[in-house]
Protein backbone atom coordinates (compact mmCIF):
# COMPACT_ATOMS: atom_id res chain seq x y z
CA UNK A 1 0.00 0.00 0.00
CA UNK A 2 1.23 3.27 -0.99
CA UNK A 3 1.08 6.76 0.98
CA UNK A 4 -0.56 8.37 -2.78
CA UNK A 5 -3.24 4.87 -2.49
CA UNK A 6 -4.49 5.96 0.80
CA UNK A 7 -4.71 9.49 0.05
CA UNK A 8 -7.13 8.36 -2.98
CA UNK A 9 -9.15 5.75 -1.36
CA UNK A 10 -9.82 7.37 1.94
CA UNK A 11 -11.07 10.73 -0.07
CA UNK A 12 -13.29 8.38 -1.97
CA UNK A 13 -14.57 6.47 1.18
CA UNK A 14 -15.73 10.13 2.05
CA UNK A 15 -17.17 10.97 -1.20
CA UNK A 16 -19.01 7.48 -1.10
CA UNK A 17 -19.69 7.10 2.59
CA UNK A 18 -20.05 10.02 4.36
CA UNK A 19 -18.02 11.84 7.23
CA UNK A 20 -17.83 9.73 9.91
CA UNK A 21 -20.37 11.91 12.42
CA UNK A 22 -21.14 8.32 14.41
CA UNK A 23 -17.12 8.14 15.23
CA UNK A 24 -16.80 11.87 15.86
CA UNK A 25 -19.91 11.97 17.95
CA UNK A 26 -18.29 8.57 20.00
CA UNK A 27 -15.61 10.67 20.84
CA UNK A 28 -17.05 13.66 21.66
CA UNK A 29 -19.22 11.86 24.58
CA UNK A 30 -16.32 9.91 25.84
CA UNK A 31 -13.30 12.33 25.56
CA UNK A 32 -11.89 9.60 23.31
CA UNK A 33 -11.22 7.06 26.28
CA UNK A 34 -14.12 4.85 26.39
CA UNK A 35 -14.72 3.13 30.34
CA UNK A 36 -17.36 0.76 29.90
CA UNK A 37 -18.28 0.96 33.56
CA UNK A 38 -19.32 4.27 32.92
CA UNK A 39 -23.34 3.70 31.77
CA UNK A 40 -23.09 6.77 29.76
CA UNK A 41 -19.97 5.59 27.89
CA UNK A 42 -21.45 2.31 27.47
CA UNK A 43 -24.87 3.84 26.31
CA UNK A 44 -22.62 5.93 23.68
CA UNK A 45 -20.89 2.89 22.70
CA UNK A 46 -24.13 1.15 21.89
CA UNK A 47 -25.07 4.34 20.00
CA UNK A 48 -22.26 4.31 17.64
CA UNK A 49 -22.82 0.61 17.15
CA UNK A 50 -25.95 0.86 15.86
CA UNK A 51 -24.99 3.61 13.41
CA UNK A 52 -22.38 0.86 11.85
CA UNK A 53 -25.13 -1.31 11.82
CA UNK A 54 -24.29 -3.64 14.98
CA UNK A 55 -27.82 -3.17 16.45
CA UNK A 56 -28.15 -6.52 18.92
CA UNK A 57 -25.39 -5.60 21.71
CA UNK A 58 -25.49 -6.50 25.73
CA UNK A 59 -22.10 -5.05 26.62
CA UNK A 60 -19.68 -6.44 28.93
CA UNK A 61 -16.66 -5.58 30.12
CA UNK A 62 -14.36 -7.99 32.05
CA UNK A 63 -11.90 -8.46 29.11
CA UNK A 64 -10.79 -4.44 28.34
CA UNK A 65 -7.88 -4.69 30.33
CA UNK A 66 -6.25 -7.10 27.76
CA UNK A 67 -5.65 -4.44 25.58
CA UNK A 68 -3.28 -2.25 24.06
CA UNK A 69 -3.32 1.32 26.23
CA UNK A 70 -5.09 3.71 24.14
CA UNK A 71 -2.49 5.60 23.06
CA UNK A 72 -0.57 2.69 21.86
CA UNK A 73 0.61 2.44 18.10
CA UNK A 74 -0.04 -0.31 15.95
CA UNK A 75 2.58 -0.31 14.29
CA UNK A 76 4.95 -0.78 17.42
CA UNK A 77 2.82 -3.77 19.06
CA UNK A 78 4.95 -6.85 19.76
CA UNK A 79 3.73 -10.13 18.99
CA UNK A 80 2.34 -10.86 22.21
CA UNK A 81 0.73 -7.65 22.33
CA UNK A 82 -1.13 -8.65 19.37
CA UNK A 83 -1.61 -11.96 20.50
CA UNK A 84 -3.34 -10.74 23.58
CA UNK A 85 -5.90 -8.33 21.41
CA UNK A 86 -6.45 -11.81 19.10
CA UNK A 87 -7.44 -13.68 22.45
CA UNK A 88 -9.51 -10.91 23.45
CA UNK A 89 -11.46 -10.60 20.18
CA UNK A 90 -12.09 -13.99 20.36
CA UNK A 91 -13.56 -14.05 23.87
CA UNK A 92 -15.85 -10.57 22.66
CA UNK A 93 -16.82 -12.72 19.29
CA UNK A 94 -17.87 -15.75 21.56
CA UNK A 95 -19.93 -13.52 23.78
CA UNK A 96 -23.99 -13.53 24.14
CA UNK A 97 -24.71 -10.09 22.60
CA UNK A 98 -28.89 -10.88 23.00
CA UNK A 99 -31.89 -12.69 22.73
CA UNK A 100 -34.54 -13.57 20.71
CA UNK A 101 -37.43 -15.30 20.96
CA UNK A 102 -38.25 -17.66 18.09
CA UNK A 103 -41.61 -18.96 16.44
CA UNK A 104 -41.44 -21.86 18.00
CA UNK A 105 -41.35 -19.99 21.24
CA UNK A 106 -37.87 -20.70 22.43
CA UNK A 107 -34.99 -18.17 22.90
CA UNK A 108 -31.94 -18.19 20.12
CA UNK A 109 -28.95 -16.74 21.56
CA UNK A 110 -27.14 -13.83 19.25
CA UNK A 111 -23.50 -13.67 19.96
CA UNK A 112 -21.28 -10.77 18.90
CA UNK A 113 -19.98 -12.16 15.97
CA UNK A 114 -16.53 -11.69 13.96
CA UNK A 115 -17.58 -8.24 12.74
CA UNK A 116 -19.00 -6.78 15.98
CA UNK A 117 -16.35 -7.76 17.64
CA UNK A 118 -13.82 -6.11 15.70
CA UNK A 119 -15.79 -3.06 15.49
CA UNK A 120 -16.31 -3.28 19.29
CA UNK A 121 -12.58 -3.44 20.21
CA UNK A 122 -11.47 -0.65 17.52
CA UNK A 123 -14.16 1.55 19.47
CA UNK A 124 -12.19 1.03 22.14
CA UNK A 125 -8.65 1.46 20.26
CA UNK A 126 -8.96 3.23 17.78
CA UNK A 127 -5.71 4.21 17.31
CA UNK A 128 -4.87 0.51 17.42
CA UNK A 129 -6.85 -1.74 16.75
CA UNK A 130 -8.82 -1.92 13.26
CA UNK A 131 -12.88 -3.16 11.91
CA UNK A 132 -13.24 -5.12 9.51
CA UNK A 133 -16.45 -6.36 7.76
CA UNK A 134 -17.98 -9.39 6.05
CA UNK A 135 -16.42 -8.89 2.19
CA UNK A 136 -12.49 -7.71 3.13
CA UNK A 137 -12.42 -11.31 5.29
CA UNK A 138 -13.89 -13.24 2.54
CA UNK A 139 -11.29 -11.18 -0.33
CA UNK A 140 -8.24 -11.89 2.14
CA UNK A 141 -9.56 -15.45 2.94
CA UNK A 142 -9.52 -14.97 6.60
CA UNK A 143 -12.34 -17.23 8.30
CA UNK A 144 -13.48 -14.58 11.40
CA UNK A 145 -11.84 -16.99 13.81
CA UNK A 146 -9.36 -15.55 16.58
CA UNK A 147 -6.25 -16.74 14.47
CA UNK A 148 -7.54 -15.09 11.63
CA UNK A 149 -8.02 -11.89 13.10
CA UNK A 150 -4.58 -12.36 14.47
CA UNK A 151 -3.66 -12.44 10.77
CA UNK A 152 -5.38 -9.54 10.06
CA UNK A 153 -3.74 -7.48 12.82
CA UNK A 154 -0.40 -8.31 11.48
CA UNK A 155 -1.16 -7.31 7.99
CA UNK A 156 -2.29 -3.94 8.95
CA UNK A 157 0.76 -3.34 11.09
CA UNK A 158 2.37 -3.77 7.55
CA UNK A 159 0.33 -1.54 6.10
CA UNK A 160 0.64 0.99 8.62
CA UNK A 161 4.45 0.29 8.88
CA UNK A 162 4.84 1.00 5.28
CA UNK A 163 2.88 4.42 5.01
CA UNK A 164 4.96 6.05 7.79
CA UNK A 165 7.99 4.79 6.75
CA UNK A 166 6.97 6.08 3.38
CA UNK A 167 5.66 9.22 4.84
CA UNK A 168 9.05 9.77 6.88
CA UNK A 169 10.85 9.65 3.50
CA UNK A 170 8.64 12.18 2.67
CA UNK A 171 9.22 14.67 5.89
CA UNK A 172 5.49 13.68 6.84
CA UNK A 173 5.04 12.84 10.50
CA UNK A 174 1.59 12.57 10.83
CA UNK A 175 0.01 11.02 8.31
CA UNK A 176 -3.94 11.45 9.53
CA UNK A 177 -3.43 15.26 9.65
CA UNK A 178 -1.47 15.24 6.47
CA UNK A 179 -4.11 13.81 4.37
CA UNK A 180 -6.81 15.91 5.78
CA UNK A 181 -8.52 13.84 8.48
CA UNK A 182 -6.59 14.74 12.03
CA UNK A 183 -8.79 13.22 14.01
CA UNK A 184 -8.50 9.56 11.76
CA UNK A 185 -6.32 6.74 13.10
CA UNK A 186 -4.28 4.97 10.40
CA UNK A 187 -5.47 1.65 10.93
CA UNK A 188 -8.98 3.19 10.62
CA UNK A 189 -7.95 4.61 6.95
CA UNK A 190 -6.79 1.69 6.37
CA UNK A 191 -10.14 0.37 7.14
CA UNK A 192 -11.43 2.38 4.40
CA UNK A 193 -8.93 1.62 2.09
CA UNK A 194 -9.75 -2.21 2.33
CA UNK A 195 -13.66 -1.00 1.73
CA UNK A 196 -13.34 0.72 -0.96
CA UNK A 197 -11.16 -1.62 -2.81
CA UNK A 198 -11.80 -5.06 -1.33
CA UNK A 199 -15.65 -4.61 -0.18
CA UNK A 200 -16.59 -2.31 -3.45
CA UNK A 201 -13.96 -3.48 -5.48
CA UNK A 202 -12.70 -0.14 -6.89
CA UNK A 203 -9.14 0.79 -7.91
CA UNK A 204 -6.53 1.95 -5.78
CA UNK A 205 -5.34 4.32 -8.07
CA UNK A 206 -6.63 7.48 -9.00
CA UNK A 207 -7.99 7.83 -12.31
CA UNK A 208 -5.62 10.10 -15.01
Not at 38 to 62: E, S, T, Y
Not at 75 to 103: F, G, I
Not at 153 to 158: C, F, G, K, N, S
Not at 181 to 192: A, C, G, Q, V
Amino acid sequence: MRLDELAYTCRLFGEIAGDDIASADLHAATGKRIDLSDPAHAKAVLVWLNKWGCRQFAIAHRWVARLPRPGASLATLKPRQLAVAADAYADVKARTASTRSTKSGGIAIVTVGATGAAKLLHALRPKVLPPWDDPIRAALGLDGSRDSYLTYLERVQHDVRSIEAEAAARGITNVPAALGRPTSSLPKMIDEHYWITLTHGLPADPPT
